[in-house]
């Protein structure tokens, strides 16, 4: 679109935000490139975030922490999924707000936990995914809260997330 100008668009949430499909949307309707974390993660180290959880916490943590360093080291307009581990250390989130404009994509705990168990795959949520993502989101809330630059709810479909980001990109 040529009424909004190139930029670069952080997407924060807990699992199950829906930052890949809501990102890869926003960038189709930016025109610019989506960057999707689980992807870099997998360029950057070798494995993707499955395989580092499997390795510790710490070890994942750490991988995404590089991996937001260098995704705000790049130069252009883009959109990215950001790991919400990006939330246990203020000086990233202070990072993000000042590499682009960051989005948090919120949804009660339990949306999330009813998206993210139907996927196996996810780290750390055992069986029942609500007490995980609950104390994930208590949290995690507060910060994102406080680094997003806007905060949109994504218990929407995708179409009025993106309209929503859109809109405010454009003031």
């Known amino acids: 679109m040529t009424d ?3 930029v670069r668009v952080l997407l924060v949430g807990l699992m199950g935000a829906g930052k890949s499909r809501i990102g890869s949307a926003l960038a189709d309707e930016l025109d610019v490139d989506y960057l999707d974390n689980d992807v870099l993660l997998r360029e950057q180290e070798g494995v993707g975030p499955v395989e580092l959880s499997r ?3 710490e070890v994942l943590h750490a991988a995404e922490q590089r991996q937001l ?3 705000c080291d790049r130069i252009g307009a883009f959109v990215a999924g950001v790991a919400g581990s990006v939330a246990d250390r203020p000086a ?6 000042i590499s682009g404009t960051v989005v948090y994509l919120r949804a009660a ?3 999330l936990a009813a998206r993210v168990a139907a996927d196996p795959a996810r780290p750390f949520i055992g069986a029942d995914p609500l007490p995980f993502i609950t104390a994930t989101y208590e949290q995690r809330d507060p910060v994102f809260q406080a680094a997003a630059h806007l905060t949109v709810e994504c ?4 179409e009025d997330v993106v309209r929503a980001i859109r809109d405010h990109l454009q003031r």
């Open 4 to 6: 909004i100008i190139p």
């Open 155 to 158: 218990d929407r479909p995708v």
């Open 92 to 97: 990233d989130c202070a990072l993000m707000r």
């Open 69 to 71: 360093h260098a995704l």
């Open 55 to 57: 390795l510790g916490r």
């Open 109 to 111: 705990p339990e949306v």
